[in-house]
């Protein structure tokens, strides 16, 4: 399972959704939270070049915000990186295939 690490405020609406989207995946994250730490503000700033949060990162890759990983999830590009497996399509007996 790869490493997430997401940076938020307590009060970010993006935050919270970003954070349920993940959770809804069963997926464990990190959360830093930027309001009066200096160091996880500085460190955002570094890694993702923007003052917005939430910022996501799973492993070295720079997903960006919520509206960019719920795109990536939106496309079928997240699972692949979070290390999850797709869900498998139904199997479809010949009988449901052909009811005639």
Same mark, same amino acid.
């Given at each position: 399972?790869?490493?997430?690490?997401?940076?938020?405020?307590?009060i970010c609406?993006?935050?919270?959704?970003?954070?349920?989207?993940?959770?809804?995946?069963?997926?464990?994250?990190?959360?830093?939270?930027?309001?009066?730490?200096?160091e996880f503000?500085?460190?955002?700033?570094?890694?993702?070049?923007?003052?917005?949060?939430?910022?996501?990162?799973?492993? /070295?890759?720079?997903?960006?915000?919520? /509206?960019?990983?719920?795109?990536?999830?939106?496309?079928?590009?997240?699972?692949?990186?979070?290390?999850?497996?797709?869900?498998?399509?139904?199997?479809?007996?010949?009988?449901?295939?052909?009811?005639?």
């Amino acid at each position: 399972m790869p490493n997430v690490i997401m940076y938020t405020t307590q009060i970010c609406p993006y935050c919270v959704r970003a954070k349920s989207l993940l959770e809804k995946k069963g997926v464990a994250f990190e959360e830093r939270r930027i309001e009066g730490n200096r160091e996880f503000m500085r460190e955002m700033l570094e890694r993702s070049r923007r003052r917005t949060v939430p910022q996501i990162f799973i492993d /070295d890759y720079h997903v960006g915000g919520y /509206d960019d990983l719920a795109r990536l999830n939106a496309v079928g590009k997240l699972d692949p990186l979070l290390g999850l497996s797709p869900n498998p399509e139904p199997e479809v007996t010949e009988e449901e295939a052909d009811p005639t």
